[in-house]
């Protein structure tokens, strides 16, 4: 069993920045995959960012060249570095690990983009 717990979500102003982080409780060395995905009100949850074991990584259209996705293994945690915010990218954010163990999700980080 692995727990995601993330953090640094908040109110920004249009063209701000954050930092989301994605701390697991367990080891994610191996992990096959580690993402962020986001949902907001009353759309469907959709990927933003993705990293693979190898250190591969994979954007959404929308977060190209704003958004970027890194992990640090030797302290289990993934991060979602956002800059030149907008109002659409308002959302609940979410992390995601796909282990060989099975597949986990965080609680989510509330970002809202507004002047």
């Known amino acids: 069993q692995v727990q995601l717990v993330e953090s640094g979500g908040g109110l920004v102003q249009p063209g701000g920045s954050l930092r989301l982080s994605c701390a697991a409780s367990?080891?994610?060395?191996?992990?096959?995959?580690m993402a962020w995905y986001r949902q907001a009100p009353g759309k469907q949850r959709d990927l933003v960012a993705i990293?693979?074991?190898?250190?591969?990584?994979n954007y959404a259209d929308s977060v190209k060249g704003r958004f970027s996705i890194s992990r640090d293994n030797a302290k289990n945690t993934v991060y979602l570095q956002m800059m030149s915010l907008k109002p659409e990218d308002t959302a609940v954010y979410y992390c995601?690990?796909?282990?060989?163990?099975?597949?986990?999700w965080g609680q989510g980080t509330q970002v809202t983009v507004s002047s």
């Open positions: 995601y690990v796909d282990m060989t163990i099975g597949n986990y």
């Open positions: 367990g080891s994610i060395f191996r992990a096959r995959a």
């Open positions: 990293i693979t074991g190898g250190g591969t990584t």
